[in-house]
């Protein structure tokens, strides 16, 4: 017999892959018990179910491999705890350098390590000739290995997460849509599905891939759109180890991976492939895409060129599945500046399983406590801006942003899709003047002049960059003489009303009952002390104030702004 939908819940999760499932379990752990996570299809059905599960624990900042480690001691302790099978092995993860540059940030990341306490060693090639014998080593400058990352079947996992979110008095529903999201006085009240209504005030949307029309059909902002992601499954190849470390060749886009006693061979190639522009089919559900061979060509050939021996192996599988990517390559997480209530997890850029320990831990925190205790500035959701839902500019940029994966990264590197949606009025008289524009939440920021009219230099670079002349000499124009800086890309949020003064001095560390015409430099703070944005305000009247905030941040500090106010002042943003 099917339970029925309970009338009200401390939390409603939509969406049943590994991110929703993985909240809900630590939102039930929390004491949040009763919370309700609804699903259309299946769980894992959509993204989850064919993910490669290689779970690494190093990423871009000390809070964020504080979460990855999380994930990996998570899964490890999982199966203990509920008695369902994860599939998780410590097996390790080893990835090569072909170049210079890689090999430098191989050893950066060796530092990395070190610093936040996880095992790692640099390998030679002899030392990796050893451990991988089953590629050659032509061009290969050194390796990298964490022993312990590991690898976990995807399936698995979401189900001992989902029996563990049951087991502290969680409820799933599968086969159940949810329709839209209820407001009342512009707040979250319930979610209505074709079952019935369910009264709520806070949502979690960890809707994967169907996230950004879902959220944008309720006035929400999440920009995301799904590309093909593929990879290749052996024939059973004798005598490879089950605990063989799974092997990274960013400079070749690819990866490689005990599968079963097959190997597993998945890349992330410089173009991709964008899939459902139209929207994603209502039947979706372990589905599978056409693979396109064309398209995966030159990729494939660079892999069998590096493994000679798949030419004499079968290949079982040839595998193709969508998966959601953002503007930046970076998760959304966290609240909603658009709609109190609702919280955001969604746009894992093909990290979910990697991701999904941390994800769920911050969720819960941040839905219980009212702030994560690990630091998500550069995750936010509410970095995100209303014009980077268009669907033109996901589907170009999303071509570039799977590559996001295994590119080169360096100081400057620029995207290079999607380019020229926002300019500054004097954008052509700059141009004119020899200016190299970068983007920046899709403004083209003049960032330097090059007499020479060179565009921005593609060369990768970790230390002197071929800009950097150029920008010594303006260095020295502004300490020896003067320069004109142009922030009119700058965000500009006009604070107004006769509580516009309290709704400021609640949020700012300075004194805002300052003169007319006063300019206040100061921060955003909050109850904890710390720093949520960095701005400058000045008072245009007695009631007005215009606050100037970077590019990047003015949804979300206005937002924090209205998040921070008694609903009974008077002022508005």
């Not at 390790?92 to 990341?109: C, F, K, P, Y």
């Not at 990697?354 to 970095?383: C, H, Q």
């Not at 720093?531 to 590019?551: P, Q, Y």
């Amino acid at each position: 017999m099917t339970a029925s939908l309970p009338e009200k819940a401390p939390c409603v999760v939509i969406g049943g892959g590994i991110i929703g499932v993985s909240a809900l379990y630590h939102l039930a752990k929390r004491g949040m018990t009763g919370s309700v996570l609804l699903e259309r299809k299946k769980l894992a059905s959509g993204t989850t179910w064919h993910a490669a599960g290689i779970v690494g624990q190093l990423r871009e900042s000390s809070a964020q491999t504080e979460l990855s480690k999380y994930t990996a001691r998570l899964f490890r302790e999982l199966e203990a705890e509920t008695g369902q099978a994860t599939g998780y092995k410590q097996n390790g993860t080893i990835n090569l350098a072909l170049s210079d540059v890689r090999w430098e940030q191989l050893r950066r990341s060796h530092d990395h390590a070190l610093r936040m306490n996880i095992e790692s060693r640099l390998l030679s090639v002899a030392e990796l000739q050893t451990l991988w014998p089953w590629i050659g080593y032509t061009g290969v400058v050194g390796g990298f290995q964490v022993p312990s990352n590991g690898q976990v079947n995807p399936l698995d996992v979401t189900q001992a997460l989902a029996k563990g979110a049951r087991m502290a008095g969680a409820s799933i529903f599968e086969n159940i849509e949810a329709l839209r999201i209820l407001t009342s006085k512009g707040r979250v009240c319930g979610v209505e599905t074709a079952q019935g209504v369910i009264a709520t005030d806070k949502v979690l949307l960890a809707g994967g891939m169907w996230s950004q029309r879902f959220a944008k059909q309720n006035g929400v902002t999440v920009p995301l759109h799904a590309a093909e992601h593929v990879y290749i499954v052996t024939e059973p190849v004798a005598g490879l180890p089950r605990d063989l470390p799974c092997l990274v060749i960013g400079e070749e886009r690819a990866y490689w991976k005990e599968d079963a006693g097959k190997l597993l061979i998945g890349a992330f190639e410089a173009k991709a492939k964008p899939w459902g522009q139209g929207g994603i089919p209502a039947r979706f559900e372990f589905d599978e895409l056409p693979f396109d061979m064309d398209h995966m060509s030159d990729t494939l050939e660079v892999i069998f060129q590096r493994m000679p021996m798949l030419a004499e192996l079968g290949i079982k599988t040839f595998f193709c599945g969508p998966e959601s990517f953002t503007p930046d390559g970076r998760p959304y997480l966290g609240p909603a500046p658009e709609l109190p209530g609702l919280f955001i997890a969604a746009g894992m850029n093909s990290n979910g399983i990697l991701n999904s320990g941390g994800a769920g831990l911050t969720m819960a925190e941040w839905m219980v406590e009212g702030f994560p205790k690990k630091g998500m500035g550069s995750l936010l959701a509410a970095r995100a801006h209303p014009f980077q839902s268009n669907q033109c500019y996901l589907q170009e940029r999303v071509t570039e942003a799977l590559g996001l994966h295994y590119g080169l990264q360096w100081p400057g590197r620029q995207m290079e899709t999607a380019r020229g949606v926002r300019r500054v009025p004097l954008h052509h008289e700059l141009q004119r003047a020899g200016a190299v524009f970068a983007e920046r939440i899709g403004w083209e920021v003049p960032m330097y002049f090059d007499p020479k009219g060179c565009d921005w230099p593609t060369r990768a670079s970790l230390g002197y960059q071929d800009w950097s002349p150029l920008v010594e000499a303006e260095c020295f124009a502004a300490r020896d003489a003067a320069v004109l800086v142009d922030q009119s890309m700058y965000g500009k949020l006009i604070v107004k009303g006769p509580d516009a003064v309290r709704a400021l001095n609640r949020v700012c560390g300075a004194e805002m009952n300052v003169p007319v015409g006063t300019s206040v430099y100061t921060q955003f703070l909050n109850a904890r002390g710390g720093i949520e944005a960095d701005n400058t305000v000045t008072r245009l009247a007695d009631d007005s104030f215009i606050v100037i905030t970077g590019h990047p941040s003015q949804i979300r500090d206005r937002a924090w702004i209205e998040a921070q106010a008694d609903p009974a002042w008077r002022f508005e943003v």
